[in-house]
């Protein structure tokens, strides 16, 4: 028999699929003097676990413990799941218009396509300024990590982020195929703890630990379920759990990449559907019970807490719920432990983070939406230029030397929010055009290989919510308290804010400069490039068919009970 030859997109060209290894052909890249090629190196099981882990980040794990202290565990238990629900529901936006088409430049070509090129080139930018920004958020949470056994009053937390930053820069300097195997061990470790740590906790809340005391909801009773915030009464517990949708959106952020790497994924047409149910399981089981039962044990007006009202960042307090709860449950050394654990989380996060924001402004400088020099690479086919501009951005991690830990961590989240509510709002108007244009065109839902559960009506209620979360998540920048920002918190209110005029400029802009209009759904380029991607799939199932065959009793156990989760 002949080898298999089938074709796949990348983000920047073509793979051809010869004999099992993957070679890639770059468009326009070849005999280039200036180097322009990546080595695309990162196999199915990196990308999967990469994206699985990308799920278990400081949102989680640290960004939790600040919504704890403002708002209480039944807020945070509400806010996790709604903002959870809206996520599944722009995830499932996604899914439909990958499982059509896995374009190679993922949701910023979908945009381009079905709505207009002014919001592809927007949102490639928005996503870039996402993860510049994530970075040195990461290194901040790191700091923040540390402080628990080291307090930023005898070692400078510029310390650890210079630590931090050369890793993590090293890391991703040294190659994709280093980068790919490293993440994938520490993405795989972080899925064991978090399963660990939510095992561990509910053990604890049964009276398991040393002390035997079972918590239950007695914190839900005392100090209560809702704690107030600006003022006393019902509107001051409203008030409260509004404050925790910028946590709640900001631990679900990077959710979306799963659904921009599925597009390099073979057989798309089963494993989209797949990954979106899996996104949905990963959100109630990551998110929705991790919240519930770190709520069982922390109370939140704990001093232990980091980021209450009355904890400090040295001694004792814990940037993380979690290790408080193991603080509060007398179990010894464990503290330390998961804060260890929780540390190599930030890590990885911060080194996934620059590798995503080098590879997005190379995938802009390829399409000529980015100055030229950031698509060029070495002989390795490592973007330096890139990977430069974007550790030059994480050195904003440095406001650390001069202001609280807890204060820069605010700012980035802030930051890092408007940009990813921007984001997901692109995508969830990408695929309202996406539905008008496949109407206009008389393309049945039959032929769809996956639809979103909600359809159009989904995105448009989950439209809705993420505009309103990003004009009101901040909201209280605008309350008059002098006691603590004098007459206006001018900082708070730039960083929560910052990225919608920014986000309209680019649009606008855009538009003006290339006098580009907007794509009707009667012209809107559905197809191009999909027969390429249903030859392949034909050609990768009778493969596995005639695989499955010959191997038919080889490796039973893996095929049943592990391949599900690659």
Request: charged share 15%.
């Amino acid at each position: 028999m002949e080898p298999l030859k089938s074709e796949g997109f990348t983000e920047t060209g073509i793979t051809k699929q010869i004999s099992g290894e993957d070679v890639e052909v770059q468009r326009g890249g070849l005999g280039d003097p200036n180097h322009v090629d990546l080595k695309r190196a990162l196999k199915a099981r990196h990308i999967t676990m990469i994206a699985i882990g990308g799920a278990i980040g400081t949102g989680l794990i640290i960004g939790t413990g600040e919504a704890l202290a403002k708002a209480g565990p039944g807020s945070i238990l509400i806010a996790y799941a709604w903002v959870g629900f809206i996520v599944y529901l722009v995830m499932c936006a996604l899914g439909e218009m990958a499982a059509w088409l896995p374009l190679p430049s993922g949701f910023t070509g979908y945009a381009i396509r079905f709505v207009d090129p002014a919001l592809g080139f927007t949102l490639g930018w928005t996503y870039w300024f996402k993860y510049i920004i994530l970075s040195p958020n990461q290194m901040t949470a790191g700091a923040l990590v540390i402080s628990y056994w080291i307090p930023s009053e005898k070692v400078n937390p510029g310390v650890w982020i210079t630590i931090f930053l050369i890793l993590v820069v090293a890391i991703n300097y040294f190659g994709v195929k280093f980068f790919g195997e490293f993440e994938f061990w520490l993405s795989s470790f972080k899925v064991i703890v978090i399963l660990g740590i939510i095992l561990m906790s509910f053990i604890l809340m049964l009276g398991g630990g040393p002390t035997h005391d079972r918590t239950g909801f007695r914190y839900w009773k005392n100090p209560g379920a809702f704690n107030h915030y600006i003022m006393e009464g019902p509107t001051g517990q409203f008030l409260a759990f509004w404050s925790t949708m910028v946590s709640a959106t900001f631990a679900y952020l990077g959710t979306e990449l799963v659904g921009v790497t599925v597009g390099e994924a073979q057989n798309p047409r089963k494993t989209i559907p797949r990954a979106i149910k899996l996104t949905f399981y990963r959100i109630l089981v990551f998110y929705v019970v991790s919240v519930l039962l770190v709520g069982t044990l922390v109370p939140y007006n704990s001093e232990l807490l980091a980021f209450a009202t009355s904890g400090k960042v040295s001694g004792q307090a814990a940037a993380s719920p979690f290790v408080v709860a193991i603080k509060l449950a007398k179990v010894p050394v464990l503290d330390h432990i998961l804060n260890a654990c929780i540390l190599m989380f930030v890590f990885s996060a911060a080194n996934s983070d620059l590798y995503i924001a080098t590879r997005t402004i190379y995938g802009l400088a390829r399409e000529d939406k980015a100055p030229k020099i950031f698509a060029r690479t070495d002989r390795r086919g490592v973007p330096v230029p890139a990977l430069a501009i974007s550790a030059f951005i994480a050195l904003l991690a440095y406001m650390n030397v001069s202001s609280d830990s807890k204060t820069v961590f605010k700012y980035f989240v802030n930051l890092v929010t408007i940009f990813g509510l921007l984001t997901w709002i692109s995508i969830l108007v990408t695929h309202i055009y996406f539905v008008r244009a496949r109407k206009a065109q008389g393309i049945p839902e039959e032929s769809l290989a996956y639809k979103a559960p909600f359809g159009a009506a989904g995105s448009y209620f989950a439209l809705a919510f993420c505009i309103l979360i990003a004009f009101t998540k901040n909201y209280d920048v605008f309350v008059h308290n002098p006691k603590k920002y004098g007459n206006f918190d001018y900082k708070n209110f730039i960083t929560a804010y910052l990225g919608i005029p920014l986000y309209l400029i680019l649009i606008f802009g855009y538009k003006i400069v290339t006098k580009c209009k907007g794509v009707s759904p009667e012209t809107a380029d559905l197809f191009t490039g999909k027969d390429e991607i249903d030859r392949e799939e034909a050609a990768y199932l009778a493969a596995k068919e005639a695989q499955a065959e010959k191997h038919a009793d080889a490796g039973w156990f893996y095929q049943k009970f592990v391949s599900w989760l690659f």
